[in-house]
Protein backbone atom coordinates (compact mmCIF):
# COMPACT_ATOMS: atom_id res chain seq x y z
CA UNK A 1 0.00 0.00 0.00
CA UNK A 2 1.31 3.39 -0.71
CA UNK A 3 1.70 5.27 2.67
CA UNK A 4 -0.38 9.36 1.48
CA UNK A 5 0.53 11.91 3.54
CA UNK A 6 -2.73 12.00 5.59
CA UNK A 7 -2.67 7.94 6.09
CA UNK A 8 0.73 8.00 7.58
CA UNK A 9 0.93 6.08 10.75
CA UNK A 10 1.94 7.66 13.84
CA UNK A 11 4.12 6.82 16.95
CA UNK A 12 1.67 5.81 19.53
CA UNK A 13 2.93 7.09 22.90
CA UNK A 14 5.55 8.95 24.24
CA UNK A 15 8.11 6.56 25.32
CA UNK A 16 7.61 5.03 21.68
CA UNK A 17 9.01 7.79 20.15
CA UNK A 18 11.98 8.21 22.38
CA UNK A 19 12.58 4.82 21.97
CA UNK A 20 12.63 4.00 18.82
CA UNK A 21 15.08 7.50 17.91
CA UNK A 22 17.32 5.93 20.27
CA UNK A 23 17.12 2.67 18.90
CA UNK A 24 18.15 4.61 15.27
CA UNK A 25 21.17 6.38 17.59
CA UNK A 26 22.26 3.49 19.71
CA UNK A 27 23.79 0.84 17.87
CA UNK A 28 27.05 -0.33 16.52
CA UNK A 29 28.04 3.24 16.40
CA UNK A 30 27.97 3.48 20.30
CA UNK A 31 29.72 -0.03 20.99
CA UNK A 32 31.76 -0.66 17.91
CA UNK A 33 32.63 2.63 16.23
CA UNK A 34 33.04 5.03 19.09
CA UNK A 35 35.64 2.87 20.73
CA UNK A 36 38.04 2.37 17.96
CA UNK A 37 37.68 5.89 16.84
CA UNK A 38 38.46 7.59 20.11
CA UNK A 39 41.27 4.91 20.37
CA UNK A 40 42.76 6.68 16.90
CA UNK A 41 42.14 9.89 18.05
CA UNK A 42 44.02 10.01 20.86
CA UNK A 43 41.35 9.38 24.00
CA UNK A 44 40.54 12.25 25.69
CA UNK A 45 41.13 14.73 23.39
CA UNK A 46 38.66 12.92 20.70
CA UNK A 47 35.87 12.73 23.85
CA UNK A 48 36.06 16.67 24.63
CA UNK A 49 35.84 17.56 20.88
CA UNK A 50 32.59 14.16 20.52
CA UNK A 51 30.79 16.00 23.26
CA UNK A 52 31.26 19.39 22.46
CA UNK A 53 29.88 18.47 18.44
CA UNK A 54 26.70 16.43 20.14
CA UNK A 55 25.73 19.78 22.24
CA UNK A 56 26.67 22.46 19.46
CA UNK A 57 25.83 21.08 16.76
CA UNK A 58 24.06 17.34 17.17
CA UNK A 59 21.32 18.77 19.41
CA UNK A 60 20.56 21.49 16.86
CA UNK A 61 20.68 19.37 13.67
CA UNK A 62 18.28 16.80 15.45
CA UNK A 63 16.20 19.51 16.09
CA UNK A 64 16.09 20.57 12.34
CA UNK A 65 15.43 17.31 11.49
CA UNK A 66 12.41 16.83 13.76
CA UNK A 67 11.17 19.96 12.35
CA UNK A 68 11.27 19.83 8.49
CA UNK A 69 9.97 15.73 9.41
CA UNK A 70 6.98 16.76 10.78
CA UNK A 71 6.32 19.98 9.34
CA UNK A 72 5.93 17.72 5.71
CA UNK A 73 5.22 14.38 7.19
CA UNK A 74 7.00 13.06 3.91
CA UNK A 75 10.13 11.20 3.27
CA UNK A 76 13.82 13.29 2.71
CA UNK A 77 12.95 14.14 -0.77
CA UNK A 78 9.35 15.18 -0.78
CA UNK A 79 10.39 16.87 2.23
CA UNK A 80 12.23 19.75 0.32
CA UNK A 81 9.72 19.44 -2.19
CA UNK A 82 7.00 20.42 -0.26
CA UNK A 83 8.43 22.95 0.96
CA UNK A 84 8.36 24.45 -2.29
CA UNK A 85 11.83 26.30 -2.15
CA UNK A 86 14.64 25.82 -4.63
CA UNK A 87 15.72 22.73 -6.26
CA UNK A 88 18.98 22.94 -4.97
CA UNK A 89 17.95 22.04 -1.41
CA UNK A 90 16.38 18.86 -2.72
CA UNK A 91 20.21 17.82 -2.87
CA UNK A 92 19.95 17.27 1.10
CA UNK A 93 17.48 14.24 -0.32
CA UNK A 94 19.98 12.79 -2.86
CA UNK A 95 22.64 12.88 0.02
CA UNK A 96 20.66 11.41 2.64
CA UNK A 97 19.47 8.47 0.12
CA UNK A 98 23.09 8.12 -1.01
CA UNK A 99 24.76 7.96 2.36
CA UNK A 100 21.99 5.48 3.95
CA UNK A 101 22.27 2.64 1.44
CA UNK A 102 26.19 3.19 2.02
CA UNK A 103 25.77 2.74 5.51
CA UNK A 104 23.35 -0.25 5.10
CA UNK A 105 25.72 -1.71 3.40
CA UNK A 106 29.13 -1.85 5.44
CA UNK A 107 26.88 -1.43 8.88
CA UNK A 108 25.31 -5.05 8.11
CA UNK A 109 28.61 -7.13 7.95
CA UNK A 110 29.67 -5.53 11.33
CA UNK A 111 26.27 -6.63 12.45
CA UNK A 112 27.20 -9.74 10.77
CA UNK A 113 30.42 -10.57 13.02
CA UNK A 114 27.74 -9.96 15.88
CA UNK A 115 25.89 -13.20 14.42
CA UNK A 116 29.23 -15.24 14.32
CA UNK A 117 30.32 -14.17 17.80
CA UNK A 118 26.83 -14.44 19.11
CA UNK A 119 26.76 -18.50 17.60
CA UNK A 120 30.81 -18.60 18.60
CA UNK A 121 29.20 -17.78 22.60
CA UNK A 122 26.93 -20.32 22.24
CA UNK A 123 29.10 -23.39 20.77
CA UNK A 124 31.59 -22.24 23.61
CA UNK A 125 34.24 -20.89 21.63
CA UNK A 126 34.98 -17.78 23.80
CA UNK A 127 37.27 -19.23 25.93
CA UNK A 128 40.57 -18.31 27.30
CA UNK A 129 42.34 -21.13 25.60
CA UNK A 130 41.54 -18.99 21.91
CA UNK A 131 43.70 -16.61 20.40
CA UNK A 132 40.89 -13.88 19.60
CA UNK A 133 43.16 -12.10 17.02
CA UNK A 134 43.67 -15.55 14.96
CA UNK A 135 39.42 -15.87 15.53
CA UNK A 136 38.43 -12.58 14.11
CA UNK A 137 41.39 -12.42 11.26
CA UNK A 138 40.37 -16.14 10.18
CA UNK A 139 36.81 -14.76 10.00
CA UNK A 140 36.73 -12.00 8.72
CA UNK A 141 39.07 -12.93 5.69
CA UNK A 142 36.75 -15.84 5.26
CA UNK A 143 33.30 -16.50 3.40
CA UNK A 144 31.08 -17.11 6.64
CA UNK A 145 31.56 -13.14 6.84
CA UNK A 146 29.79 -12.52 3.78
CA UNK A 147 27.63 -15.02 4.53
CA UNK A 148 26.19 -13.41 7.74
CA UNK A 149 25.85 -10.26 5.74
CA UNK A 150 23.67 -11.50 3.60
CA UNK A 151 21.76 -13.62 6.73
CA UNK A 152 21.35 -10.40 8.37
CA UNK A 153 20.04 -8.42 5.93
CA UNK A 154 17.34 -10.93 5.34
CA UNK A 155 16.52 -10.64 9.02
CA UNK A 156 16.59 -6.70 8.34
CA UNK A 157 14.27 -7.44 5.50
CA UNK A 158 11.77 -9.18 7.19
CA UNK A 159 11.21 -6.41 9.79
CA UNK A 160 10.93 -3.54 7.79
CA UNK A 161 8.70 -5.35 5.66
CA UNK A 162 6.46 -5.83 8.03
CA UNK A 163 5.88 -1.84 8.50
CA UNK A 164 6.90 1.17 10.99
CA UNK A 165 4.79 1.55 14.27
CA UNK A 166 3.99 -2.32 15.04
CA UNK A 167 7.06 -3.77 14.58
CA UNK A 168 9.55 -1.05 15.65
CA UNK A 169 7.92 0.60 18.53
CA UNK A 170 7.69 -3.55 19.98
CA UNK A 171 11.04 -3.93 19.91
CA UNK A 172 12.67 -1.25 20.83
CA UNK A 173 10.73 -0.81 23.89
CA UNK A 174 11.76 -3.96 25.84
CA UNK A 175 15.22 -4.23 24.19
CA UNK A 176 16.64 -0.76 24.77
CA UNK A 177 16.48 -0.61 29.08
CA UNK A 178 17.72 -4.35 28.87
CA UNK A 179 21.22 -3.73 26.55
CA UNK A 180 21.82 -0.67 29.21
CA UNK A 181 21.24 -2.49 32.24
CA UNK A 182 23.94 -4.81 30.44
CA UNK A 183 26.12 -2.19 29.32
CA UNK A 184 26.49 -1.22 33.40
CA UNK A 185 27.03 -4.58 34.35
CA UNK A 186 30.26 -4.87 32.15
CA UNK A 187 31.31 -1.40 33.32
CA UNK A 188 31.32 -2.46 36.78
CA UNK A 189 33.30 -5.07 35.80
CA UNK A 190 36.09 -3.43 33.70
CA UNK A 191 36.33 -1.22 36.60
CA UNK A 192 37.71 -3.99 39.14
CA UNK A 193 40.03 -4.28 36.49
CA UNK A 194 44.04 -3.59 37.21
CA UNK A 195 44.23 -1.39 34.08
CA UNK A 196 41.17 0.44 35.22
CA UNK A 197 42.58 4.02 36.15
CA UNK A 198 45.26 3.77 33.06
CA UNK A 199 41.58 3.58 30.81
CA UNK A 200 39.66 6.19 32.32
CA UNK A 201 42.93 8.32 32.13
CA UNK A 202 43.50 7.66 28.71
CA UNK A 203 39.35 8.01 27.68
CA UNK A 204 39.13 11.35 29.69
CA UNK A 205 41.82 13.32 30.23
CA UNK A 206 42.58 15.29 26.95
CA UNK A 207 45.83 15.17 25.43
CA UNK A 208 46.58 18.10 23.95
CA UNK A 209 49.30 17.36 21.83
CA UNK A 210 47.02 14.97 19.80
CA UNK A 211 44.68 17.86 18.36
CA UNK A 212 44.85 17.59 14.82
CA UNK A 213 41.89 18.85 12.25
CA UNK A 214 41.83 14.98 11.50
CA UNK A 215 41.21 13.90 14.53
CA UNK A 216 38.47 17.31 14.70
CA UNK A 217 37.03 16.00 11.58
CA UNK A 218 36.75 11.99 12.95
CA UNK A 219 35.37 13.77 16.31
CA UNK A 220 32.43 14.94 13.79
CA UNK A 221 32.15 12.41 11.47
CA UNK A 222 31.26 9.93 14.80
CA UNK A 223 28.80 12.57 16.42
CA UNK A 224 26.80 12.79 13.51
CA UNK A 225 27.28 8.75 12.57
CA UNK A 226 26.24 8.01 16.44
CA UNK A 227 22.88 10.20 16.25
CA UNK A 228 22.09 9.20 13.08
CA UNK A 229 21.70 12.92 11.35
CA UNK A 230 22.60 14.50 8.48
CA UNK A 231 20.89 11.91 6.47
CA UNK A 232 17.50 12.36 6.71
CA UNK A 233 17.22 9.89 8.90
CA UNK A 234 15.86 11.78 12.09
CA UNK A 235 13.52 13.53 9.80
CA UNK A 236 11.71 10.64 8.33
CA UNK A 237 11.30 8.87 12.36
CA UNK A 238 9.70 12.89 12.96
CA UNK A 239 7.66 12.28 9.94
CA UNK A 240 5.66 9.88 12.10
CA UNK A 241 5.74 11.68 15.39
CA UNK A 242 2.47 13.05 16.51
CA UNK A 243 1.20 16.61 17.40
CA UNK A 244 2.28 16.50 20.74
CA UNK A 245 6.13 15.48 20.81
CA UNK A 246 8.15 17.06 21.85
CA UNK A 247 10.45 18.34 19.58
CA UNK A 248 13.96 20.00 21.50
CA UNK A 249 13.04 17.53 24.51
CA UNK A 250 13.08 14.35 22.40
CA UNK A 251 15.86 15.31 20.56
CA UNK A 252 17.90 16.29 24.36
CA UNK A 253 16.88 12.94 25.51
CA UNK A 254 17.88 11.14 22.20
CA UNK A 255 21.29 12.64 22.42
CA UNK A 256 22.11 12.50 26.05
CA UNK A 257 21.05 8.58 25.88
CA UNK A 258 23.03 7.92 23.19
CA UNK A 259 26.32 9.74 24.14
CA UNK A 260 25.95 8.30 27.78
CA UNK A 261 25.51 4.81 25.77
CA UNK A 262 28.94 6.19 24.32
CA UNK A 263 30.73 6.86 26.83
CA UNK A 264 29.56 3.55 28.87
CA UNK A 265 31.31 1.36 26.22
CA UNK A 266 34.24 3.24 26.25
CA UNK A 267 34.73 2.55 30.04
CA UNK A 268 33.88 -1.35 29.29
CA UNK A 269 36.85 -1.11 26.52
CA UNK A 270 39.53 1.09 27.83
CA UNK A 271 39.94 -0.98 31.10
CA UNK A 272 40.53 -3.88 29.61
CA UNK A 273 42.60 -2.07 27.04
CA UNK A 274 45.10 -1.40 28.97
CA UNK A 275 44.97 -4.52 31.33
CA UNK A 276 45.88 -6.97 28.44
CA UNK A 277 48.66 -4.91 27.09
CA UNK A 278 46.82 -4.19 24.12
CA UNK A 279 47.04 -0.64 21.20
CA UNK A 280 44.06 1.64 21.86
CA UNK A 281 44.54 2.60 18.52
CA UNK A 282 44.02 -1.23 17.02
CA UNK A 283 40.88 0.21 14.65
CA UNK A 284 37.91 -1.18 13.41
CA UNK A 285 39.21 -5.10 15.56
CA UNK A 286 38.90 -3.47 18.57
CA UNK A 287 35.90 -4.37 20.13
CA UNK A 288 36.20 -7.81 18.59
CA UNK A 289 39.26 -8.38 19.77
CA UNK A 290 38.76 -7.64 23.42
CA UNK A 291 35.53 -8.30 24.40
CA UNK A 292 35.45 -11.62 24.14
CA UNK A 293 38.72 -11.86 25.83
CA UNK A 294 36.42 -10.17 28.59
CA UNK A 295 33.93 -12.48 28.43
CA UNK A 296 36.35 -15.31 28.72
CA UNK A 297 37.65 -14.09 31.74
CA UNK A 298 34.32 -13.63 33.41
CA UNK A 299 32.39 -16.19 36.00
CA UNK A 300 29.51 -17.56 33.10
CA UNK A 301 31.68 -16.07 30.58
CA UNK A 302 29.92 -17.84 27.43
CA UNK A 303 25.96 -16.76 29.02
CA UNK A 304 27.20 -13.05 29.73
CA UNK A 305 28.88 -13.04 25.70
CA UNK A 306 25.72 -15.11 24.35
CA UNK A 307 23.53 -12.34 26.32
CA UNK A 308 25.64 -9.36 24.94
CA UNK A 309 25.92 -10.50 21.57
CA UNK A 310 22.15 -10.77 21.17
CA UNK A 311 21.59 -7.69 22.40
CA UNK A 312 24.05 -5.79 19.90
CA UNK A 313 22.30 -7.61 17.28
CA UNK A 314 19.45 -6.39 18.13
CA UNK A 315 20.46 -3.04 18.67
CA UNK A 316 22.21 -3.00 15.07
CA UNK A 317 18.99 -4.16 13.51
CA UNK A 318 17.02 -1.27 15.20
CA UNK A 319 19.66 1.06 13.63
CA UNK A 320 19.68 -0.74 10.14
CA UNK A 321 15.71 -0.35 10.23
CA UNK A 322 16.16 3.49 10.92
CA UNK A 323 18.12 3.79 7.90
CA UNK A 324 16.31 1.70 5.48
CA UNK A 325 13.35 3.67 6.15
CA UNK A 326 15.30 6.45 4.38
CA UNK A 327 14.79 4.99 1.26
CA UNK A 328 11.70 3.47 1.54
CA UNK A 329 9.56 6.36 2.34
CA UNK A 330 11.38 7.46 -0.99
CA UNK A 331 10.76 5.06 -2.62
CA UNK A 332 7.17 4.30 -1.71
CA UNK A 333 5.96 7.94 -2.17
CA UNK A 334 8.47 9.28 -4.64
CA UNK A 335 8.48 6.27 -6.80
CA UNK A 336 5.21 5.09 -6.11
CA UNK A 337 6.30 1.24 -5.30
CA UNK A 338 4.66 -0.58 -2.64
CA UNK A 339 6.25 -0.96 0.49
CA UNK A 340 7.24 -4.92 0.12
CA UNK A 341 8.78 -3.74 -3.26
CA UNK A 342 10.56 -0.78 -1.80
CA UNK A 343 11.70 -3.12 0.91
CA UNK A 344 13.16 -5.73 -1.91
CA UNK A 345 14.76 -3.05 -3.90
CA UNK A 346 16.44 -1.49 -0.64
CA UNK A 347 17.68 -4.64 0.34
CA UNK A 348 18.99 -5.70 -2.81
CA UNK A 349 20.96 -3.00 -3.22
CA UNK A 350 22.30 -3.03 0.24
CA UNK A 351 23.43 -7.26 -0.35
CA UNK A 352 25.07 -6.11 -3.45
CA UNK A 353 27.29 -3.50 -2.29
CA UNK A 354 27.03 -5.33 1.48
CA UNK A 355 28.48 -8.32 0.15
CA UNK A 356 31.45 -6.02 -1.33
CA UNK A 357 32.50 -4.91 2.23
CA UNK A 358 31.89 -8.39 3.67
CA UNK A 359 34.71 -9.10 1.38
CA UNK A 360 37.10 -6.17 2.16
CA UNK A 361 39.27 -8.11 4.67
CA UNK A 362 39.87 -10.64 2.65
CA UNK A 363 39.18 -11.41 -1.26
CA UNK A 364 38.80 -7.84 -1.92
CA UNK A 365 41.23 -6.03 0.20
CA UNK A 366 42.96 -3.98 -2.18
CA UNK A 367 39.25 -2.92 -2.84
CA UNK A 368 38.32 -2.13 0.31
CA UNK A 369 34.59 -0.72 0.17
CA UNK A 370 34.09 -1.43 3.73
CA UNK A 371 36.64 1.31 4.38
CA UNK A 372 35.72 4.28 1.92
CA UNK A 373 31.81 3.67 2.63
CA UNK A 374 32.69 3.66 6.53
CA UNK A 375 34.71 7.46 5.96
CA UNK A 376 33.10 8.89 3.23
CA UNK A 377 29.74 8.38 4.65
CA UNK A 378 30.52 9.88 8.16
CA UNK A 379 33.47 11.96 7.74
CA UNK A 380 32.05 13.80 4.54
CA UNK A 381 28.59 13.07 3.16
CA UNK A 382 26.71 13.05 6.69
CA UNK A 383 28.56 16.59 7.93
CA UNK A 384 27.73 18.45 4.42
CA UNK A 385 24.16 16.78 4.89
CA UNK A 386 24.22 18.32 8.29
CA UNK A 387 25.44 21.98 7.09
CA UNK A 388 23.00 22.23 4.03
CA UNK A 389 20.23 21.39 6.74
CA UNK A 390 20.96 23.63 9.36
CA UNK A 391 21.34 26.45 6.67
CA UNK A 392 18.54 25.65 5.37
CA UNK A 393 16.42 25.42 8.43
CA UNK A 394 18.65 28.31 10.12
CA UNK A 395 18.24 31.19 7.06
CA UNK A 396 15.11 29.22 4.46
CA UNK A 397 12.38 27.84 6.03
CA UNK A 398 9.85 30.33 7.85
CA UNK A 399 10.44 31.36 10.80
CA UNK A 400 6.76 30.95 12.04
CA UNK A 401 6.93 27.40 10.70
CA UNK A 402 10.37 26.65 12.81
CA UNK A 403 8.32 28.66 15.72
CA UNK A 404 5.15 26.57 15.40
CA UNK A 405 6.45 22.90 15.49
CA UNK A 406 9.25 24.06 17.66
CA UNK A 407 6.69 25.00 20.36
CA UNK A 408 3.73 22.92 19.65
CA UNK A 409 1.77 26.05 18.47
CA UNK A 410 2.78 28.15 21.68
CA UNK A 411 1.42 25.32 23.56
CA UNK A 412 4.42 24.17 25.29
CA UNK A 413 7.52 26.96 26.39
CA UNK A 414 10.99 26.12 24.99
CA UNK A 415 13.75 27.12 27.21
CA UNK A 416 16.66 27.28 24.72
CA UNK A 417 14.58 28.59 21.65
CA UNK A 418 17.21 31.69 20.67
CA UNK A 419 20.48 29.55 21.52
CA UNK A 420 18.86 26.44 18.80
CA UNK A 421 18.37 28.84 16.40
CA UNK A 422 21.39 30.66 17.05
CA UNK A 423 23.00 27.65 17.11
CA UNK A 424 21.65 26.44 13.51
CA UNK A 425 21.98 29.81 11.70
CA UNK A 426 25.95 30.50 12.65
CA UNK A 427 27.62 27.72 14.82
CA UNK A 428 26.53 24.98 12.86
CA UNK A 429 27.14 26.28 8.96
CA UNK A 430 30.45 27.72 10.07
CA UNK A 431 31.84 24.95 12.38
CA UNK A 432 30.72 22.16 9.90
CA UNK A 433 32.39 24.42 6.71
CA UNK A 434 35.72 25.16 8.53
CA UNK A 435 36.02 21.67 9.65
CA UNK A 436 34.97 20.04 6.46
CA UNK A 437 38.16 22.09 4.79
CA UNK A 438 40.59 21.95 7.05
CA UNK A 439 40.16 18.00 7.70
CA UNK A 440 40.03 17.03 4.30
CA UNK A 441 42.36 18.88 3.46
CA UNK A 442 44.59 18.71 6.15
N1 LIG B 1 23.42 5.82 14.81
C1 LIG B 1 23.64 4.44 14.47
C2 LIG B 1 24.68 3.85 15.39
O1 LIG B 1 25.29 4.60 16.15
O2 LIG B 1 24.89 2.67 15.36
C3 LIG B 1 24.04 4.31 13.03
C4 LIG B 1 23.10 4.98 12.06
C5 LIG B 1 21.75 4.68 12.08
C6 LIG B 1 23.59 5.90 11.15
C7 LIG B 1 20.87 5.29 11.18
C8 LIG B 1 22.74 6.51 10.26
C9 LIG B 1 21.39 6.20 10.29
F1 LIG B 1 20.58 6.78 9.42
Redesign the pocket.
Known sequence: MVEKKHTRAQFATRLGVIATTVG???????MW?FPYEAGNGGGGAFMLLYILFILLLGIPVICAEFVIGRETRSNVLGAFKQLKTSRFWQIIGYIGILS?LM?LSF?SVVAGWTIEYFVQSIVGNISSDVNFHEQFVGFTTGWRALLWTVVFLLINLLVIIRGVRKGLERMSNIMMPLLFIIIIIFCINSLTMPGASQGLDFLFRPDLSKFSWNVVLSALGQAF????IG?G?MLTYASYFNDKTNIVRSAAATAGLDTLVAILAGIMIFPAVFTFGMSPAEGPTLMFEVLPRIFSMMPAGAIWATLFFFMLFLASLS?TI??SE?SITFLTEQGRLSRSKACIVCTAIALFFGSLCALSFGPLERLNLFNLFNNISSNVLLPIGGMLISIFVGWILDRGVLRRQLTNNESIRVPMFKLIIFCLKFVAPVCLAIILIMGLIG
Do not use: D, H, K, P
Not at 225 to 228: A, T, V
Open positions: SAVGLGNRSIYFSLSLCSSMI
